[in-house]
Structure formats: structure tokens, C-alpha cells
């Protein structure tokens, strides 16, 4: 825990937790939050910059994993649906149609191009995954 500022005065301690937040709140209220944005996203495109965007997987997949084991996986299928409900109202029903529309156009090609260069072979996925090795 924080130890409190020691001292006489009409002053009055004060955490450094305490004094932390209000340095926050008093560079929100000159700079804005745009500032926090633009030096978030500054130091993200740091930490990429040194240590690569695997190291962003690693931690979302540990975020996510730890997120897992404390609400388990019904907690993602809500969320995911709050999503998909939040993203209908805003967008409509023919945003789906669209993105629905171009994934399928998507598997085609990757079918297509499989059947061309996989040696005659009808599955994408063959020789991939289970099986003999």
C-alpha cells in the first residue's frame, strides 16, 4: 500500500496513489483525451517496433486464456453477442450481407486455387492437420 506524505500544515496528506490520479485528471482536463490516444498509440507502435507482433500475440492469448479460467468461455459467447447485436443496430442487417458475401467470395478463390495447385486434390486442407505421417 501507499504510505501517506508525513508533515504538518493546513495542507494535508495525500497518498501517491492519491496524487497520481489527480496529476491525471488535471492533464485530461488541459490536454484532453486525444492526448492519451495519440501517446498510446505512440508507445504501441514502440513496444511493436522493439519487440514484434508476436509478442502481442503471446499476450492477448495469455489476456485471453486468463479471462477464460476466471469467467469461462459462456463469457465470450455473450460478449460476442452483445457485439454482433451492437454492430446490427448500428450498421443493419446488409453490413452481415456484405461481409457474408465477401467471405464466401474468399473461400471460392482459396478452393480454386487449391484444386490448381494441389495436384488435383479437391480438399484444401489435405495433407494438413490428422492422418498418416
Given amino acids: 500500500m501507499a504510505e501517506e506524505k508525513k508533515g504538518g500544515g493546513s495542507k494535508g496528506a495525500m497518498t501517491v496513489s492519491e496524487a497520481g490520479r489527480k496529476g ?3 492533464v ?19 513496444v511493436k517496433a522493439e519487440r514484434g507482433r508476436k509478442f502481442y500475440e503471446e499476450i492477448g492469448k495469455k489476456g485471453g ?20 447485436e451492437t ?19 474468399k473461400v471460392r478463390e482459396l478452393i480454386e486455387k487449391g484444386k490448381a495447385g494441389g495436384g488435383g486434390e479437391g480438399d484444401v486442407g ?6 498418416e505421417r
Fill in 87 to 105: 454492430i446490427k443496430a448500428e450498421r443493419g442487417t446488409p453490413f452481415y450481407e456484405e461481409i457474408g458475401r465477401k467471405g464466401g467470395h
Fill in 65 to 84: 486464456d486468463t479471462v477464460k479460467a476466471e469467467r469461462g468461455p459462456r463469457f465470450y459467447e455473450e460478449i460476442g453477442k452483445k457485439g454482433g
Fill in 126 to 131: 489435405a495433407g494438413h492437420g490428422g492422418g
Fill in 28 to 46: 485530461r482536463e488541459t490536454r484532453g483525451r486525444k492526448f492519451y490516444e495519440e501517446i498510446g498509440k505512440k508507445g504501441g507502435e514502440t
Fill in 24 to 26: 491525471g485528471v488535471r
